[in-house]
């Protein structure tokens, strides 16, 4: 069937046309079928919408199919809809996947199901730009207050708000520390510090998990205190930039690196504290604020202004005064600069997303979106690689002749263990 001009701002395509369709093709049918439905002619714009579905490239189907979803939903066929913008999830991941789910989550929060609908926004959410993670945020909470679970709702407003998470991961860590490190200061040395402190030739013998526990015990309640304010401080500000879990993942990573930096450059003496994991927090925000820009509320713009002062001060108080671990300092330092200019704060607005749109993909299987995560998963195995070196390095120094065990030292109070203070 031909349509005139008459009928729209120019000539429709060919629906009639055997076979396959060119690309140029199926996109003016397409765009024929955008204008039928914003003109309101729902069953014509179904019709063209049915001719580009089935062609081999799965961007444009599923843009047919998004588009045909909505004509019959238009139609008041909802179930039929439903259906349309369901087998746009069978087929490979485009641009479409992510407003089908979102059509998919209203259509169920119709229905009065929500579950399915907040099953359906947590898969929108995974694939939202950056600009519509808020509104997505406060969908979920709506739907978590409704279904009676209010504890997540309320992590849901908070995060629609762009003010991080309800209750903190880094909170935790700071309740874990205080609570080991004050039974480790209320035991003998012994028994409080020597199985969780940085025992450099321990480490060498395999005690591998010193690498972290070392974070949980510190020197003195003075120590204790300055790093879990600084921990406070940073800990919140990381998780409202890229989410609890990764803010996990930076803390371990830092932990580790500024042990493995003192395994290696730190001498003999066992070490405790927290700071090297700290310092990379410091180092991560430091250089996420100059690399990516992110836009924070003023409290947090107020400490990242002052990071690079406070990191400058805490290194030459390091270099200043003995007792000091501050090869944990640089080490925890340099891994969370690494680890900022990768990774992209993906909680917030950054001044590149508040310019450029993101999409789920430049093509029919977001080819775009699998290429920007492949830098940062390069530079996180290239710092796992570095670290496992180092470890490796460390270990076959302190097994050489000549090296000095723990046997050796004595350590008679807390205050003589090689602190971290940031």
Known sequence: MDETPASGPRPAPELSIEGPLSWEAARAILDRASELLDDG??????????????????????????????????????????????SILELPETPSTYPAWRNIAAARVREGDLNGAIAAYREADRRAPLDDKAEIANRLGWLAKESGDTRRARRYFAAGRGSGPAFPLSWLVIGLTVVVSMTALSAPQDVGFGPLMLDKLAVADGEYWRLWTVTLVHASLLHLFFNMYALYLSGPLVETLYGSRLFLLFYLLCAAAGSIASFVFGGNIPAVGASGAIFGLFGLLLAASRAHHPVIDRRGRALMGQLGVLIVINLVIGFTIAGIDNAAHIGGLLAGIWLGLLIVPGRVPTLRSLWVRPTTGAGPTGQSGERSMLLPVLGVAALVVVLVVGLVLGTSARRSPGSVGTAELTVAAPTAVATRRS
């Not at 799965?58 to 139609?75: D, K």
């Open 41 to 86: 002619d729902f069953r014509d714009a179904a019709l063209h919408y049915r001719r580009v579905i089935g062609f081999h490239d799965a961007a444009v189907t599923t843009a047919a199919l998004l588009g045909l979803g909505e004509a019959l939903y238009r139609l008041d066929q909802d179930d039929a809809a439903i259906a349309t913008w369901e």
